[in-house]
């Protein structure tokens, strides 16, 4: 049976460990407004320029730029977007084991299967599963949009020097603070997003001329979609923390509830049996 002192000490832990978690589910909160309203302002602006160039990779030809041209699935790069710390819940898990999952079940299309990882936790599950050919760590803190700038550029060389056929990009889509939706999109090569009943494209006029153009967007759009992306996976993990830690919070509560009950119960103990040490003595005295 533990003692009063164990008990009253691992009361303390627990109260400690609560000021903790309360400390940085205000911090997540305080975050959170504002990754929130970043992606919700970076949605309509990537949404539609995935639109445009969609429908212009539907009218021009994959001669017209590399980032167009469909290749034979041979190698496959996988970037996956994950956060640097943890408590976070099954924010990191769950997309590791998409990514995992993903790796496997293409194994045999592709001759070479590569991962690219933004983020630490993505790294440390993936590093020893799958060949990962660079990672990126401590850039979500301080987001910017050069950082994915140079990132979308760093693939999109890469995609241009043929080292990949396909880039895939997988992330926390954020939807509330309670629920994220894991996300694979393909970044490259840029196809049509037209469906299949548009029978009717519509035409577009260039202004300088169509080469100029889609060598400025293409690059822009991979640029765009990788930081929308980025955006999304900080303000999922704020939100997925801050659900994590009020519920670590509340189990505190009742793990300090329920320590206290115990410990009161001990103590209420242990006063009876000195008082029946006492009566007992004084009974033995008597007689």
């Known amino acids: 049976m533990p003692t009063l002192k164990s008990i009253k000490k691992r009361i303390g832990s627990v109260k400690n460990t609560r000021q903790i978690t309360k400390a940085m589910k205000m911090v997540s909160a305080a975050k959170l407004r504002r990754a929130q309203e970043n992606v919700v302002a970076a ?54 084991k998409a990514a995992d999952r993903f790796l496997k079940g293409n194994a045999r299309e592709y001759k070479e299967l590569s991962v690219m990882t933004i983020g630490r936790k993505g790294y440390d599950f993936l590093k020893n599963r799958h060949k990962v050919v660079k990672s990126h760590t401590n850039i ?19 995609f241009v020097a043929d080292e990949y056929d396909e880039v895939h990009l997988l992330f926390n889509a954020f939807r509330s603070v309670m629920s994220q939706d894991i996300t694979l999109d393909k970044l490259l090569p840029i196809t049509s997003s037209a469906g299949e009943e548009e029978m009717l494209p519509p035409q577009y006029i260039y202004e300088p001329s169509q080469g100029e153009l889609l060598a400025e967007l293409l690059p822009k759009h991979i640029e765009v979609q ?62």
């Not at 496959?76 to 924010?91: P, Y």
């Open 43 to 96: 949605r309509p602006y990537a949404g539609k320029l995935a639109e445009v160039l969609g429908r212009l990779a539907q009218n021009v030809g994959s001669d017209v730029s590399p980032l167009l041209q469909e290749r034979p699935k041979e190698r496959l790069l996988l970037i996956v977007v994950t956060s640097d710390r943890g408590l976070c819940g099954g924010f990191n898990a769950n997309i590791c």
């Open 140 to 158: 979500q803190s301080n987001l910017n949009y050069q950082t994915a700038a140079l990132i979308a550029r760093e693939v999109i060389e890469s």
């Open 226 to 287: 990788l930081f929308r992306a980025l955006l999304e996976s900080v303000a999922a993990e704020h939100g997925a923390r801050m659900t994590a830690m009020d519920s670590a919070s509340k189990n505190a509560n009742e793990m300090i509830s329920k320590l206290t009950l115990q410990y009161n119960r001990a103590r209420q103990a242990a006063i009876t049996k000195e008082l029946m040490e006492i009566i007992s003595g004084a009974e033995s005295i008597k007689g």
